[in-house]
Nanobody, 122 residues
Framework: QVQLVESGGGLVQAGDSLRLSCAAS????????MGWFRQAPGKEREFVAT????????YFADSRKGRFTISRDNAKNTVYLQMNTLTPEDTGVYYC???????????????WGQGTQVTVSS
């Protein structure tokens, strides 16, 4: 079992930046691909970014390319999501997930955190 805890969310203004963290416990994340997803109010959970086990491969949703960066520190058992130039459309609960493959499908991940709220005001 892997336990995931997200942090770093908050209320920011459009154009600001935030860095989300996902701290894992129970097992080392070096054996897992990691992903970030966002769920906006009244909408389904959607893919944001994913990173391979070693960190040498990353993939982003089109709307986040060039603005978001995903990284990982396996020694610290932590994954990060750097979000720049935020817009109100980025508002939602951000979830961290661990799985065996880098995929944009939520069903491909086995473990999920509780989420952290990000609110971007205009």
């Amino acid at each position: 079992q892997v336990q995931l805890v997200e942090s770093g969310g908050g209320l920011v203004q459009a154009g600001d930046s935030l860095r989300l963290s996902c701290a894992a416990s129970g097992r080392t994340i070096s054996g897992y691909a990691m992903g970030w997803f966002r769920q906006a109010p009244g909408k389904e959970r959607e893919f944001v970014a994913t990173i391979s086990r070693s960190g040498d491969y990353t993939y982003f949703a089109d709307s986040r390319k060039g603005r978001f960066t995903i990284s990982r520190d396996n020694a610290k058992n932590t994954v990060y999501l750097q979000m720049n130039t935020l817009t109100p459309e980025d508002t939602g609960v951000y979830y961290c997930a661990a799985g065996y493959y880098t995929t944009s499908r939520a069903s491909g991940y086995n473990y999920w955190g509780q989420g952290t709220q990000v609110t971007v005001s205009s």
